[in-house]
């Protein structure tokens, strides 16, 4: 009995061993994975900050001289050669749509071999149609009358009002006092200035906000040219090759599309509509 009792102790300390010895092998492998694992992913993340700063970036500036969707075509000042650039996925800092003229200052990647180039980012250093284009100023509208605006500019104390009789507004829900708008004119600001265009701020993103009209009643009508008067007794010509001004008359009402800025002797008219 002695001797049986004697060999079930020598089994039980042999089995509890065994399993001791399981559990410290089963620790030491999970401990060996886990530090597999973190060593990998930091190599993956050290490999992945490494290839982002192997990254080296050039610039250029240049002339665009071709506009195809994404793509811009643009002529180096100091190369000489016009060259193709994806600006899909660069950061764009621009105030108005691209033109051919504009001067740019671009960012891409060292000794890439894409065609067109994969822009990192883009500057417009200097806008054709800001150059073309009547001053803008973008505020708060305080006040709003039958013909008037009163709004205050950003980073300014003063308000000022202008007429809007003959403004072209881009608005889902028209003109209304305590928003945001960006309002083009002609004119001083403190002198009763006329807005060209007003944009409220629900309509920025809007293709209808790159546009710029003008609404008047019809004084003249020439083979290529169409004088409008504005509410305020001020004469307006609008010159065009392909457009028929002929059927139109004195007196109606039209919104003419047009290009440049209202201060030039004539307006390049871009298209028409009868109000």
Request: negative net charge; glycine residues 6%; proline residues 3%.
């Amino acid at each position: 009995m002695k001797k049986t009792l004697l060999t079930m102790a020598i089994l039980t300390m042999v089995l509890g061993a065994s399993a001791c010895s399981s559990n410290k092998a089963a620790e030491t492998t999970t401990a060996a994975e886990t530090t597999a694992e973190t060593t990998q992913a930091t190599e993956a993340e050290t490999t992945a900050e490494e290839t982002e700063e192997e990254v080296e970036e050039m610039s250029m500036t240049g002339v665009v001289t071709g506009i195809n969707g994404d793509v811009i075509t643009v002529l180096g000042d100091d190369d000489d050669t016009e060259k193709n650039y994806d600006l899909s996925g660069a950061e764009i800092t621009r105030e108005f749509p691209f033109a051919e003229g504009d001067q740019v200052e671009i960012i891409y990647p060292d000794g890439t071999t894409k065609d067109p180039i994969p822009a990192i980012s883009l500057e417009v250093l200097e806008s054709v149609i800001a150059e073309n284009t009547d001053p803008s100023a973008t505020g708060i509208i305080t006040e709003v009358g039958d013909s008037t605006l009163t709004f205050q500019p950003e980073d300014e104390d003063e308000s000022y009002t202008i007429r809007t009789a003959n403004a072209y507004i881009v608005a889902k829900d028209g003109i209304a006092p305590d928003k945001e708008a960006t309002i083009t004119y002609i004119g001083d600001l403190d002198d009763d200035a006329m807005a060209t265009k007003v944009v409220m701020e629900d309509s920025y993103d809007t293709a209808e906000s790159d546009l710029f009209a003008f609404i008047g009643k019809v004084d003249q009508v020439g083979e290529d040219n169409i004088v409008l008067i504005s509410a305020y007794d001020e004469y307006f010509t609008f010159v065009a090759e392909d457009i028929d001004f002929s059927q139109y008359s004195a007196g109606d009402t039209l919104q003419i599309y047009y290009t440049g800025t209202l201060t030039d002797k004539t307006i390049t008219a871009e298209d028409v509509e009868k109000k």
